[in-house]
Nanobody, 120 residues
């Protein structure tokens, strides 16, 4: 069984910062890309940032220059550093990973989500 667990969400004022963490655990053989998605009320889930197994990154235009995704492959962890937060960043943030388990079966796994609220 593979699990992804996010942490680090909360309430922050506009212009503030938060750092989200995601830990993958279980019977993991390998992890390809890991990603952060978000879903605001009444909107579809959208890709925020992605990092490949070799460290290549990709960001949504709305967060470029403000958010940074990073990972530690030895610890099966990924982080999302969010700076200069805006009210429109308010959403539930989800961690996702393309993971091969001990049975050599690969699929995308999702965390349970963590709420980020940007408000004064």
């Amino acid at each position: 069984q593979v699990q992804l667990v996010e942490s680090g969400g909360g309430l922050v004022q506009p212009g503030g910062s938060l750092r989200l963490s995601c830990a993958a655990s279980g019977r993991i053989r390998s992890i390809n890309a890991m990603s952060w998605y978000r879903q605001a009320p009444g909107k579809e889930r959208e890709l925020v940032a992605q990092i490949t197994s070799v460290g290549d990154t990709n960001y949504a235009d709305s967060v470029k220059g403000r958010f940074t995704i990073s990972r530690d492959a030895t610890k099966n962890m990924v982080w999302l550093q969010m700076n200069s937060l805006k009210p429109e960043d308010t959403a539930v943030y989800y961690c996702s990973g393309n993971i091969m388990d001990y049975l050599y079966f690969r699929r995308n796994y999702w965390g349970q989500g963590t709420q980020v609220t940007v408000s004064s």
